[in-house]
């Protein structure tokens, strides 16, 4: 900790940076927080509260943020890979960010509380498990001791996909459209996201209207698919869009099966290298295609 | 906020009614075919229970979810839990709701209008910040324009508040007018004590609904209900002193510091973390912006529909031009504040907040409304100490500064 | 592959009777497919009628929006169609539609569509058969599976409701015949009731 | 509001009959936006047409849809209809209910049903179509044609004659190509020099032609019409204006030892060289590898270890200290005609080729390609055109020549028959036995494939006149024996084994394309097949055209050729360059992507997928100009219109026009089935 609130002091005071994106630790938990002098540095934290994935601070819709002027910024392995999605998609610069890599043993699920508690396979953020990028290498500086692996949490986003897949249709669309009847259309799953990086939503397209506004059962649904079709093969699994959904539909089970499609039909999966092409507009003259007739 | 032993309208009708006439009243209700609304608590899935456990429960997240709903069964009643997760508002404002339908046959178009009748409906325990809410919200519903929709559902709704059992860090009730035992907004209260609930009854609505079932209510007089009515008043004041702590403000003076400190850096830093999601809005009783849409079923033919807007979306402010007045996030997070607690009150001469603290809990990002209410205050009061309450980042100033 | 001629006699029995008949759309490349079914045309291959196509230039071209907006307008399955591989008039365009369905296909069974309403094919300029048998092939499947009610159910509870557009329908229906054609009138008569 | 018109044809009997069109006019007068309806016999007939032209004027239509046959079959002919009453072409569209509705089903309700739907889809459509207008792109009429072999001068010529610029570009030192190196052509036996030096010096003084020699393509930036070709012209030591190619500095050179490429290496040449007498331009390159002065400063030489070459140029025209110089042009067509080599089959062999190692190639002096034999018999040759063998310089009383060495060999070789070897072993059986009457000529082949204009006459002559001895059957093994080179082949016919005594030995190797000629179709983005030869755009019906608009290609490159393919091909190719050239502009359907710059946030997934190259990243600024972001930009010239970028564009932000996003969601909603 102390070595971050140390390179966080010198990078202000030297004038490489105008603002840090870190987390603190504050009235209701962990929170992302902004630094601009040095002496702010102090309040830096990193712990298994810091679930936050603070890229999206970068994205390019977020010009509040730019303002600040040259960012560093404190990301997680998970994290690295959305810096990744940026650069892929010409949205971010590397030079004009300072990337500060934390070793990371997995984070909490809940992260709303006083202070950091042990991992337990109860409280651990599920998609931590198997995380094969605990320690980001896309970063300009690297902090922290060799973390050990993350718990098994209790039930794993693959159990929880598996047991969707292992019921019939019918349930499985009494269960999708259920959730996504729930959702009110106030798109936080859209803005929270570091990779939805659209000036302007399809959502929000009136002429033609693909995807119907009022958040109705079927309007729901068009929006719920296209989002999740959107991040195929760029969703890097950051649990932002479920964690800021303020009715609860489990997105992180849609965007693991798309993970699980574009790994297993075109063996992809989403990394820190900005220079490997997404699997969508991209192609292989023998891609299987046993469902063409 | 409505003190109980003294009312400036006429004095409030005691009763008292068990748990069990409870229920009974509310099938009752039913039984009559008249809605009733009230928190129940739903499977946060919706969906067989197999897949309820497997694949929606998550570690750490409590199975089901705390809703307003239109009860079936008096046996779903689930009084005294948590805040449901969305307000009341959405049985007076749906989140999508006709306006009217239109169809095109050759060159000749039809409209057809939607009701604004309503059948009567009864709320119970509602939580006094939602209640509350509807009254401040009736303002901007009937200050120029009438809202038939909004107007037809409240004619229609008898709602009796649940003095508040649940108090956490978020709520703020206290510090923008209201209480835990708020009866703004309803038609009457429910406090509970041993057996049941003392029931007051402070409008001719909640007088009548007792009055239309007088089994199930025990009138005043009985001596119990003089040792129920101070055990409820000490109750009662315990609540609102455990809210005023989370928070104390000077509501005129934090608005008027609004209204002269727009460009003010701390607003702009009380923002900085905001990722403009608009779940606040979406959660919150008192935001009742809304767009209306033209959904298409068809050639010629489809129904215009108003739904849940939020000023935090960019797209609410984008001209047709192109241009967009409020085209950055902080700029739209001073929007928020500045007209739940400045331009409404200026306008309306009430807070468009009752601080139940939904923005609050909802807000991953950390915008914390207490706070940002709190350091606003010191700005406002004690603007020495707004110096050092501001250390955070502005993108304003640091602006200034490069 | 199921017997067409099966698939075609059902359909005729079932527009007589106004039973379910299955509403497909299909989006086909305008190189090869439809080319193709210009060829089924030109050598009289009769098919199920129970199919509209929609010309796209490519299957490059074809979004899932396309897919699931057919489904919100009451489609009870869709047909994407276009050059083999290697084939396509725009060189790779297939190949990327390829991925996108196969991604789309995934998905849409995994939230609960069955696959058999979605039916994917590379259909030549020179293969006017095989599209016949793609057609009936599809309808054969979404008859054995009935309409797509589950989609329907979706509608907002405000929508327009099935008994005006029946009605409207049957006002249709009536102009039409008032022209004399009975044809039309049962066509639409039979729309009316299948919504 | 639209106004649009529908016209319901019955063409005769073939929609009628199983269509109710009058029902299918009187639907969709129902339909919103219909401003009139009808039906009528022959739609495509005059009359319909004036029909057509008629209701526009009269009930003032927007748009026009109708309803008869393919839009492969009649578009055109209505568009142009429209056009002509003054109704914007892209306003029409053809709903398809003959080849996908009367022509496919029988019951009359569900064909008509159908119908009406077809109707109301195109209509839905027309109502969102745009007024376009075809897109003009500027053409440079100056054309760069690739390769100086007969191929490349005679595009260079004719487009030249047809009063157009040309830049023709030769990486060797002299034009001419391998044509220049044979003695003899079949099937006329005449001198491949004296035909074709006369046009090698036409192409060099041809008022219209730049030659570049010594030159080869470094960069090809734009797009058919307008695109900007870097050329390399390689440092070649000697100054082009002051040389006079006198030749004093060949006489001087100390490096005389350097086997000539020109000869096959049959001949030497020295390090300043001119390839061959009659080379055009007759000025000499500066052969660094072999020079000795170059070596001397690869060692590290403090000082210049020879000099003999400057010191006898009286212009002055040597400078050792050249370097390679770039030039751009621009260029509106290119002509691809890089030409071939031979399968050199000796046992090394690069990229995995397997080679003929038994056939003693490169091992017994004596066994020889095609190339060293043309040499050896042409008169300007190493040997003044007697056949005297490499050994040791005899006259060879036996020859053998073998056919098909490496091609139709899937196993060794290449899958594919080089074509032109059966009539050139003929033509060297003949130029052998006329130089040595009592030789024996003996040919070993699989079939003789003498398809062409007296080919077949020809090799029969070889055998019925030449007594060339023709033994069907491959040959095993070839190999030195003392002063003979040892044959074992197999007549397949006797169906015994034939051994022979042979003097010298002939191969006819495969042919291949020029070695580097896909990095040159990478440079162009043209497209090439398994073993390198430029991919045609069609293979019937664009055969000298490549799959990027303004690249033609010609000659042995594309698969291998003789010389009269090739300069037809040529021809050809000068041809379509022209055509392009006739007009100022280019004329192009306007169904181009369009991007909205406004809502683009420049990821360019669009670009990853464009097949064309068509998408390029532009930076937009603001109002003071300052650079505030990139956007995406689809260059109409290059753009083909497959729509692929608009279904990977996230935020819609790209717009194919005639099938933009409005016009698709239209159609579909027409298709509403709630109704």
């Given amino acids: 900790m102390n070595e971050l609130r140390e390179l966080a002091r010198k990078l202000l005071t030297d004038g490489e940076v105008r603002v840090i994106i870190g987390w603190e630790s504050a009235r209701r938990g962990a929170r992302p927080m902004f630094v601009t002098e040095p002496d702010g540095a102090d309040g830096l934290i990193f712990d298994a509260r810091c679930v936050h994935n603070l890229v999206t601070y970068l994205n390019p819709r977020r010009d509040h943020v730019a303002e600040l002027g040259k960012i560093g910024l404190v990301i997680k392995g998970c994290d690295a890979k959305a810096v990744a999605g940026l650069l892929r998609e010409a949205q971010l610069t590397r030079d004009d960010v300072v990337l500060i890599g934390v070793r990371c043993g997995g984070v909490l699920e809940e992260n709303e509380l006083p202070e950091a508690v042990a991992l337990t396979r109860e409280n651990v953020a599920p998609r931590c498990y198997g995380c094969d990028n605990r320690e980001p ?114 997105l992180t089970l849609v965007n693991r099966k798309l993970q699980q499609i574009v790994a297993e039909r075109y063996d992809y999966k989403v990394g820190e290298d900005p220079e490997i092409h997404a699997p969508i507009g991209d192609y292989r003259l023998d891609d299987e295609q046993e469902f063409i007739k | 906020m409505t003190d109980v032993t003294d009312t400036g309208a006429a004095a409030p009708q005691r009763y008292f009614i068990s748990e069990a006439d409870l229920r009974a009243l509310a099938a009752d209700l039913l039984g009559a075919g008249t809605d009733v609304i009230a928190p129940v608590s739903v499977d946060a899935c919706q969906s067989p229970s197999a897949l ?31 805040l449901p997760v969305l307000s009341l508002k959405q049985f007076f404002l749906p989140d999508h ?71 956490d860090e978020s709520c703020f009730c206290t510090a923008v007018g209201s209480a835990p035992d708020d009866v703004k907004g309803a038609d009457g209260l429910l406090t509970p004590v041993e057996g049941g609930y003392v029931v007051e009854t402070t409008t001719e609505k909640g007088r009548a609904l007792v009055a239309a079932h007088p089994a199930r209510f025990e009138a005043a007089g009985d001596p119990a209900m003089v040792g129920r009515i101070r055990q409820t008043q000490a109750e009662r004041a315990g609540a609102r002193s455990r809210v005023a702590a989370n928070l104390e403000i000077d509501a005129e003076s934090v608005r008027d510091w609004i209204a002269t400190h727009f460009e003010d850096p701390l607003l702009a830093s009380l923002a900085i973390r905001c990722n403009g999601c608009g779940a606040c809005s979406s959660v919150c009783p008192t935001c009742h912006c809304f767009d209306i849409v033209d959904e298409e079923e068809g050639v010629g033919r489809g129904t215009r529909r108003r739904c849940w807007d939020t000023c935090q979306a960019p797209t609410f402010t984008l001209h047709a031009s192109g241009h967009n007045p409020r085209d950055d996030q902080h700029v739209r997070y001073r929007q928020r504040i500045n007209h739940k607690f400045s331009i409404y009150p200026l306008k309306f001469g009430e807070v468009l907040c009752t601080g139940c603290g939904r923005c609050t809990r909802v807000c991953h990002a950390g915008q914390d409304l207490v706070e940002i209410l709190g350091a606003i205050d010191i700005a406002a009061r004690r603007p020495g100490e707004a110096a050092a309450a501001a250390g955070a980042a502005a993108p304003g100033d640091v602006e200034a500064a490069s | 592959m199921s017997d067409p001629t099966q698939a075609r006699s059902a359909q005729h029995a ?65 047909i994407v169609s276009g050059c083999h591989p290697a084939d396509c008039h725009y060189t790779s365009g297939n190949y990327h539609a390829r991925r996108r369905f196969a991604v789309f296909h995934d998905l849409m069974e995994f939230i609960g569509v069955d696959p058999r309403r979605m039916t994917f094919s590379w259909v030549s300029a020179s293969e006017g058969a095989k599209w016949r048998d793609v057609v009936d092939e599809a309808v054969t499947n979404v008859r054995e599976l009935g309409p797509f009610d589950a989609y329907r159910a979706l509608a907002p509870e405000d929508e327009s409701d099935a008994a005006e557009a029946s009605a409207a329908a049957v006002a249709a229906a009536k102009s039409v015949a008032a022209t004399g054609s009975v044809a039309a009138a049962k066509s639409v008569t039979a729309e009316a009731e299948a919504s | 509001m639209s106004r649009i018109g529908v016209f319901v044809c019955h063409c005769g009997e073939n929609i009628a009959r199983t269509v109710d069109v009058a029902a299918v006019a009187e639907a969709i007068k129902d339909h919103p936006g219909v401003a009139f309806a009808t039906d009528y016999k022959y739609m495509c007939s005059d009359p319909g047409q004036t029909m057509v032209k008629e209701a526009i004027e009269e009930h003032k239509l927007t748009g026009v849809v109708i309803a008869a046959c393919s839009p492969h079959m009649h578009e055109r002919t209505f568009r142009r209809a429209c056009d002509q009453a003054g109704l914007n072409k892209y306003m029409c569209e053809m709903a398809n209910i003959r080849e996908h509705c009367s022509w496919i089903h029988e019951d009359r309700a569900d064909a008509t049903a159908k119908a009406i739907d077809i109707a109301r889809t195109i209509v839905e459509k027309v109502k969102h179509n745009k007024p376009l207008e075809s897109i ?226 490169g091992e017994v002096p004596d066994v020889i390609d095609g190339l060293q034999f043309e040499r050896l018999a042409s008169a300007s040759g190493p040997t003044a055109g007697a056949i005297l063998r490499p050994s040791d310089g005899k006259e060879p009383t036996t020859v053998v020549f073998v056919h098909c060495v490496g091609s139709r060999d899937p196993e060794k070789g290449m899958k594919y028959c080089s074509k ?50 023709y033994i069907r059957g491959r040959v095993s093994r070839i190999y030195r024996d003392g002063g003979k080179v040892k044959v074992w082949g197999y007549d397949t016919l006797s169906q015994e084994q034939v051994v022979i005594d042979a003097d010298m030995v002939v191969l006819a190797t495969a042919i291949r394309p020029q070695p580097g000629v896909e990095q ?63 007009a100022d502009e280019l004329e192009r359907e306007p169904a181009v992507a369009v991007v909205n710059e406004n809502t683009c946030i420049g990821c360019m997934n669009c670009a990853n997928v464009c097949a064309y190259g068509a998408i390029e990243q532009r930076e937009i600024c603001t109002v003071d100009g300052q650079v505030c972001g990139h956007v995406a930009y689809v260059n109409p010239g290059v753009c083909q219109g497959c729509g692929t970028c608009q279904a990977v564009c996230l935020s819609k932000s790209v717009e194919l026009q005639t099938f933009t996003d409005e016009q698709v969601y239209s159609e579909i909603n027409a298709l509403c089935f709630w109704e």
């Fill in chain 2, 97 to 167: 709701e006709a306006l009217c339908r239109w169809h095109q046959r050759g060159l000749e178009v039809t409209v057809e209008e939607v009701p604004t009748t309503f059948a009567p409906r009864v709320v119970l325990a509602a939580k006094p910040c939602d209640s509350a809410a509807l009254a401040v919200v009736d303002a901007v519903m009937n200050w120029d324009y009438k809202d038939e929709l909004w107007n037809g559902r409240r004619e229609a709704s008898t709602i009796f508040n649940l003095a508040c059992p649940v108090i």
């Fill in chain 4, 520 to 582: 040159l179709a990478q440079t162009l983005s043209i497209s090439y097949d398994e073993n390198g030869f430029i991919n045609e755009a069609h293979p019937k019906l664009r055969p000298v055209e490549t799959n990027t608009a303004g690249v033609f290609v010609a000659g042995a490159c594309q698969a291998p050729r003789d010389i009269p393919d090739s300069v037809a091909m040529a021809s050809a190719a000068g041809a379509k360059v022209m055509s392009l050239f006739s």
């Fill in chain 4, 420 to 469: 032109i070897c059966c009539m050139y072993n003929a033509k060297h059986a003949m130029l052998y036995k006329h130089k040595v009457h009592e030789g024996r000529a003996v040919a070993f082949y699989m079939d003789i494939r003498a398809a062409g204009k007296g080919y077949d006459e020809f090799s029969r002559r070889a055998i019925e006149e030449d007594q060339a001895e």
């Fill in chain 1, 137 to 250: 290498t896309l970063v300009d500086h690297l902090l922290g001791e060799p973390q050990p692996e993350p718990p098994q949490p209790a039930v794993t986003i693959e159990e929880r996909v598996a047991a969707l897949d292992a019921q019939p249709l019918q349930e499985r669309w009494a269960f999708w459209t259920g959730q996504f009847s729930k959702c009110v259309r106030c798109y936080a799953c859209r803005q929270v996201c570091p990779l939805c990086v659209c000036e302007r939503c399809v959502a929000e397209r009136t002429q033609p209207q693909w995807i119907e506004s009022s958040p109705h059962a079927r309007g729901n649904l068009s929006w719920n698919i296209t989002r999740a079709l959107h991040l195929a093969g760029r969703c890097v699994d950051c649990g932002e869009c479920e964690r800021f959904c303020p009715v609860g539909i489990p």
């Fill in chain 4, 136 to 361: 003009r792109i500027p053409v440079t009429k100056r054309a760069l044609v690739i390769g100086g072999g007969i191929a490349g001068i005679q595009a260079a010529l004719d487009i030249a004659d047809g009063g157009h610029q040309v830049v023709l570009i030769e990486k060797e030192a002299s034009i001419g190509g391998h044509m220049s190196q044979l003695s003899e052509t079949f099937p006329t036996l005449d001198c491949s020099q004296c035909i074709l030096t006369p046009r090698m010096v036409e192409a060099y003084q041809h008022p219209n032609i730049t030659l570049h020699t010594w030159s080869e393509v470094e960069k090809v930036d734009g797009y058919i019409g307008n695109f900007e070709v870097t050329i390399r012209k390689k440092a070649r030591s000697v100054n082009e204006d002051l040389c006079n190619g006198c030749g004093d500095c060949q006489a001087a050179c100390p490096a005389k030892r350097i086997p000539s490429e020109f000869e096959a290496g049959l001949g030497m040449r020295t390090a300043i060289y001119v390839p061959f007498p009659q080379a055009v331009p007759n000025i000499p390159v500066l052969d660094r590898q072999n020079c000795t002065l170059y070596k001397g400063r690869r060692k590290g030489l403090a000082k210049d270890a020879c000099g003999k070459c400057k010191e006898a140029c009286l212009k002055g025209a040597i400078d050792y200290d050249t370097e390679d110089t770039f030039i751009k042009e621009d260029i509106g067509a290119i002509v691809v005609a890089t030409g071939f080599q031979l399968y050199s089959i000796g046992r090394e062999q690069p990229e995995g080729l397997k080679g003929y190692g038994e056939y003693g190639y």
């Fill in chain 2, 52 to 82: 309820a456990t497997a694949a929606c429960l998550r570690p750490g997240v409590a199975p089901v979810d705390v809703e307003y709903k239109a009860i079936g069964d008096a046996a779903e009643l689930d009084l005294g839990r948590d």
């Fill in chain 3, 14 to 78: 079932g527009a007589a009777a106004g039973e379910f008949e299955p509403r497909i759309t299909a989006f086909v490349c305008n190189w090869c497919t439809y080319t193709g079914a210009d060829l089924a045309g030109t050598s009289r291959l009769n098919m199920a009628s129970n199919v509209r196509i929609i010309r796209l230039p490519c299957t490059g071209r074809i979004d899932p929006l396309f897919i699931i907006k057919s489904f919100e307008r009451g489609a009870d399955g869709v």
